[in-house]
């Protein structure tokens, strides 16, 4: 599929872009081919809804969310466009994930030279890092909160967008250290045991070896990571209700479905957004490290 | 090393991007509540407090918000910070984990907390009314508890459920199906339930900014029936300021903060009865993106349930009021069959003493703090709000 559409880019010389702004008309087409063609009522199994109503409370039209994205947030005088509040607090947001990716990238590479380091570790950390992931963010969130408002270490205090960025941290350290893991173990035998004829030590392995031929490994996992601190952020926003970002943002619009049903999906846009705009930023951090990226594997 | 180096130029610019992020949004970004004690050193002679609220910034906790305005917490020498609450932050916990110093929640929510260990204390009952109501489509059939037998009956559940399980239980109606209902009232309107539970301040708001397809004007009141726990009788009371009960035992400089923060606290709510509008627009600037018209009714619908205040002051518990909510979170049982409590709650559970206090000083200041003459506003509702 991907590799068609490639083709066809090629062939029609369209711009990377430009092939993401067709895939985004086609996915409003798609949208307003549905609510044109499909069942008012939607279509429910046994009770179950398999697909939505086509009504304008339930999918308004796009062009309506658009137009709304143009309109004043409130009736107040000086209320910015809709479109600016949910930049500012895409903006916000964006700044706390990309906080939460460094800590998650750090931490999971730490854990990952750690595991590799020592046979031990890995048996000892590996499963408590993928039962990490078990503990669901509702039971995570007050907890963080909980112990980040008793630190208070001269002249720091923390302040509640950090515990948001634990959150995030939390989601994205796991595929970095996995991933991370996985390209330090990659070397081949005969490359690891020619490094020990020439009498290197493990750190000189590690930098000479190990480390770059990890990159094929760790950059799809960082831009993993970038993805999960997206989420982490948005649904620890929702979770701890720190205002000013897209997740309370979200929180607080879905009360006017009724009434303003374009309106919700605004910071749902914004929160697309925020998610394109990271996995970029990742991806440019991986062009310095071009040289190493000879196949790069799916994490 | 060349490229070893232009990575960390990279590394390095992506860390400047994430530390920007932060620092320029924290300025800009409106109604961004500083973090618990971020404020304190600022104001040396000042003693730091934190409020939790179980909700986002919003009319509902108006009082609070024109006390900090105004300055009425500055004046009892208390530097307040406002904390909202999100989804999965619960207030009373915030506070019995002494994250807070004061926590607004409902009481059989408490109830049920302290049952389990927390050692709070509500020192000051600011609702007096419950704003709960179940609504339903008037030619639905349903005006009363009786008629929602073998209905799809809307709740929002987590602890918000009670009032309807104690008048379903004092009805006897027990064929009903209970449905998780989202904090919009699309359920409602798309007709996949028959009655809708809804705050007077607020979903039931919603209702009336929404547009009737048939008309293509606002849904109008007419369009409606709805069911008044206060009316029903199982009303339950709602919005307190809790505070720790161990600290309110043992600590006399909590026992007088808790007193200059329920003066200015009521205070506030005296600010709000008297100037609903400016009320509103201190909650919109403190951060809240609801329109403006959706503003001042949750506003004008949370000062009727305060005013006038027939408990002899606001925030004086009513003790049958307290025994009634108590009787009704000891007897009533959901669809499982589980109560809120099993044994009555202790002494200690709430007090009058320091809200009594607090309304003696305002008194011989000369502030109306039972609203006698009270009469709400007119407030026309806009399509979604705005």
């Known amino acids: 599929m991907t590799a068609t559409m490639i083709r066809w880019s090629r062939a029609l010389r369209l711009p990377d872009a430009a092939l993401g702004l067709l895939g985004l008309l086609g996915l409003a087409l798609l949208w307003e081919l549905y609510k044109a063609l499909g069942p008012a009522d939607g279509w429910s199994i046994g009770g179950t809804r398999v697909l939505p109503r086509t009504t304008d409370l339930a999918m308004p039209h796009t062009w309506d969310v658009l137009i709304r994205l143009g309109e004043p947030l409130t009736a107040a005088p000086g209320a910015p466009p809709l479109w600016v509040a949910v930049a500012q607090a895409s903006l916000f947001s964006l700044g706390i994930a990309l906080a939460g990716w460094a800590i998650g990238v750090v931490v999971g590479f730490a854990l990952a030279v750690l595991m590799a380091r020592v046979r031990v570790a890995e048996n000892a950390v590996l499963p408590l890092v993928v039962l990490s992931q078990t503990v669901p963010l509702i039971a995570l969130a007050p907890v963080v909160r909980s112990w980040g408002s008793r630190i208070q270490v001269a002249g720091v205090t923390w302040e509640a967008w950090m515990s948001v960025a634990v959150i995030a941290s939390y989601l994205a350290f796991f595929p970095v250290a996995v991933g991370a893991l996985r390209g330090l173990q990659s070397p081949e035998t005969l490359h690891t045991e020619l490094m020990r004829a020439y009498g290197t030590g493990w750190w000189t392995t590690l930098v000479r070896l190990r480390l770059p031929a990890s990159v094929p490994y760790v950059l799809p996992a960082l831009r993993l990571a970038a993805a999960n601190a997206v989420v982490g952020t948005v649904v620890a926003e929702v979770s701890t209700g720190l205002p000013g970002g897209v997740g309370r943002m979200i929180l607080e619009f879905a009360n006017f479905a009724s009434s303003d049903p374009a309106r919700p999906w605004a910071p749902l846009m914004g929160a697309v957004a925020l998610g394109l705009l990271v996995a970029g930023l990742v991806g440019a951090l991986g062009l310095p490290l071009a040289r190493y990226r000879r196949t790069e594997v799916p994490a | 090393m060349r490229r070893t180096t232009r990575a960390r130029i990279a590394a390095v610019g992506v860390a400047a991007v994430a530390l920007t992020g932060c620092t320029v949004t924290d300025e800009e970004t409106p ?5 618990p004690g971020t404020t304190a050193e600022a104001d040396g002679d000042l003693t730091p407090v934190t409020l939790q609220l179980q909700w986002l910034t919003q009319a509902q906790f108006a009082g609070y918000y024109a006390a900090l305005d105004q300055g009425y917490y500055a004046e009892e020498g208390l530097d307040v910070t406002i904390v909202p609450s999100g989804g999965d932050i619960v207030p009373q916990d915030a506070l019995a984990n002494g994250e807070v110093d004061y926590a607004i929640a409902w009481v059989p ?49 987590y602890g918000n459920e009670w009032e309807l399980f104690a008048g379903l239980n004092q009805a006897g109606v027990e064929d009903f199906e209970i449905v998780q209902q989202a904090f919009d009232m699309n359920a409602l309107l798309s007709g996949d339930i028959d009655a809708a539970q809804a705050m007077t301040y607020n979903e039931y708001a919603q209702l009336l900014e929404a547009e009737n397809p048939e008309t293509g004007e606002l849904y109008q009141p007419e369009d409606f029936t709805v069911i008044d726990w206060n009316e029903v009788g199982t009303a339950m009371l709602q919005d307190a300021i809790w505070a720790d009960a161990e600290r309110l035992e043992s600590d006399e400089d909590y026992q007088e ?3 200059a923060f329920l003066k200015a606290s009521l205070q506030g709510w005296v600010f709000a009865r008297d100037n609903p509008e400016q009320a509103a627009e201190i909650v919109t600037a403190a951060g809240s993106t609801l329109g403006t018209s959706h503003q001042l009714w949750m506003t004008n619908e949370v000062n009727r349930l305060i005013w006038p205040s027939t408990t002899g002051g606001i925030g004086t518990v009513d003790p049958a009021a307290w025994d009634a909510t108590v009787a009704m979170a000891l007897e009533t049982s959901n669809e499982t069959g589980a109560t809120i409590i099993s044994s009555e709650p202790p002494e200690n559970a709430y007090t009058n003493e320091f809200v009594e206090r607090a309304l003696a000083e305002l008194e011989e200041e000369g502030v109306d703090v039972t609203g006698e003459q009270f009469e709400p506003i007119e407030v026309t509702l806009n399509p979604g709000g705005a």
């Not at chain 2, 109604?31 to 973090?35: H, I, K, N, S, V």
């Not at chain 2, 609504?135 to 009786?146: H, K, Q, Y």
Request: net charge negative; aromatic share 6%; no cysteine.
């Open chain 2, 31 to 35: 109604g961004q509540d500083p973090a």
């Open chain 2, 109 to 157: 929510k408490v109830l049920g907390s302290i049952e389990q260990g927390a050692q709070i204390t509500n020192v000051a009952q600011i609702f007096e009314r419950s704003a709960t109501l179940q609504v339903a489509f008037a030619d639905s059939g349903i005006t009363t508890v009786e008629d929602l037998e073998g209905r799809q009956i809307g709740s929002w559940g």
């Open chain 2, 257 to 259: 903060t808790t007193v």
